[in-house]
């Protein structure tokens, strides 16, 4: 790759000037210079720069370009088992593997293309009301789940998740979404017409409120429909075989409503949080419902995930 050098000179006298031309040769530059002008690109960037000459896919793939994509503290959540070839390998099997950390109870990844933290918060990790009595909710093993217990409700009329994280382990100057990651039993019930609140603020701060359903088929049915019932044991209308009309969904689009993750779980979002890496102190979210009084359950819960948006 050649790049053109121009030198403007002027005549004696003013009489006119004259132009020289030359020609540097970018390859012809010191390896580890071609490295440091490529670690201030991106991930990205460095891929399709190694696709120009063998001298660039040689900077390109250097441990130097690819230190400046991982975080700063990469190097005290990566379990000693771990070993890797080069920061190249431990980037990309960041951005493919979660690792577990903080005892299993978060596992950290990378978002591939900006090398951004993804963080999920395990349920143990979570304040579940009512979590420790099983009555209410049992801890189960799952063999999907990438941490060693998740949460089953069993039947509760007060439900409440909250989860924190401190700021400083997030990106910097990056915009952050929240979502519940779970699943919904065979018998799952008491979802399907009562809205859960969910926000997501600065601990001890008012944040941004809004409403979601958790029953991921409320948004294909109509309106005031009228189905059999199953919303616990101490409803009258139970017995009776009769669905109370659902409410007309609030305005808000799609995001209102449970999608299905590429592993297979389904995840709603609880609200976005932009880090502008100077704020002490804890991100927390959290998932209510509280008001209907309805009783629910059938809810299977792996944790609350923070990742950059897209």
């Known amino acids: 790759m050649k790049s053109e050098v121009s030198e403007m000179g002027s005549g004696v006298g003013g009489g006119g000037g004259g132009n020289k031309y030359g020609s540097l040769n970018l390859t012809d530059l010191p390896q580890d210079c071609i490295a440091t002008v490529f670690s201030f690109t991106s991930p990205r960037d460095a891929c399709r720069l190694s696709l120009v000459s063998t001298t660039f896919k040689s900077a390109s793939e250097s441990d130097a370009v690819w230190e400046s994509f991982l975080p700063s503290d990469h190097q005290a959540s990566i379990p000693s088992s771990l070993s890797f070839s080069s920061k190249k390998e431990l980037y990309l099997s960041l951005c493919e593997n979660h690792i577990l950390i903080d005892g299993g109870r978060k596992s950290l990844q990378l978002e591939r293309v900006s090398g951004k933290k993804v963080y999920m918060l395990s349920a143990r990790d979570l304040f579940i009301v009512w979590g420790d009595t099983p009555t209410y909710w049992r801890w189960i093993s799952l063999p999907e789940s990438r941490f060693e217990e998740v949460a089953e409700l069993i039947n509760v009329c007060w439900l409440e998740i909250r989860g924190k994280i401190a700021i ?143």
């Open 168 to 310: 400083s382990m997030l990106s910097p100057m990056t915009r952050y979404k929240a979502c519940l990651v779970f699943k919904a039993t065979a018998g799952a019930y008491g979802f399907d017409f009562q809205p859960a609140e969910v926000s997501v603020s600065i601990a001890g701060a008012e944040g941004c409120k809004r409403t979601v359903y958790l029953d991921a088929a409320r948004g294909l049915r109509q309106r005031y429909q009228i189905v059999p019932r199953r919303i616990g044991l101490f409803s009258r209308s139970r017995f009776l075989g009769l669905q109370a009309p659902v409410p007309p969904a609030p305005a808000g689009g799609d995001d209102q409503y449970p999608k299905t993750r590429g592993d297979g779980w389904l995840e709603i979002e609880l609200g976005e949080f932009f880090n502008y890496g100077s704020i002490d102190g804890e991100l927390e979210m959290s998932v209510m419902e509280v008001d209907g009084g309805h009783w629910k359950g059938g809810l299977i819960v792996q944790g609350i995930e923070i990742r950059p948006c897209l």
